[in-house]
Structures are given as structure tokens and as C-alpha cells.
């Protein structure tokens, strides 16, 4: 995985493409080898872990999950996620 398909990913969900339930899906898929991945993309994945597990533990809505998302992110079409 790159970075560039995590910000993909996190564009379809945040603009209603893909449901939670696709996100999360998709996530933990290819989140897996977390570990093998560079350290760029071992931070996003960890930066998304953190908030999926608020979202599952502390019960954060998903309207919060989405915000936080966009803003620790800030995915969208052309724009890379820097870390």
C-alpha cells in the first residue's frame, strides 16, 4: 500500500462512496502488514487505527469519526497525505 491509496480510500468513504462498514472493511484488509510498510504509511495506519478504536471504545459518532478523519488526513482527489 502507499500513501496515495490511503488518501483514495479516505476520499471514498468521506464522500459517501464507500459506507463505514467498506472503510473499515478495506481498512483492516490491507492494514494487516502495518508493519512491513514504510514509515509514512505506518503512520497513517496507526493515525486511523487510533480514531477506529475511539469509534469502537469511546463511542464517538461517526459524524465525529468523519471530521476527525478529514482533518488529521486531510484527504481529498490530488491533494497527498503528509505525515
Known amino acids: 500500500m502507499n500513501i496515495e491509496d490511503l488518501s483514495k480510500a479516505v476520499f471514498d468513504y468521506e464522500s459517501g462512496r464507500w459506507s463505514l462498514d467498506q472503510f473499515a ?3 483492516r484488509h490491507v492494514s494487516r502488514p502495518k508493519f512491513a510498510e514504510s514509515p509514512q504509511v505506518l503512520n497513517a495506519i496507526l493515525e486511523i487505527d487510533s480514531l477506529f478504536s475511539r ?3 469511546d463511542g464517538i459518532e461517526e459524524s465525529e469519526f468523519r471530521r476527525e478523519l478529514a482533518n488529521t488526513l486531510g484527504a481529498s482527489p ?3 497525505l503528509v505525515f
Open 25 to 27: 472493511d478495506w481498512f
Open 55 to 57: 469509534l469502537d471504545h
Open 78 to 80: 490530488g491533494r497527498t
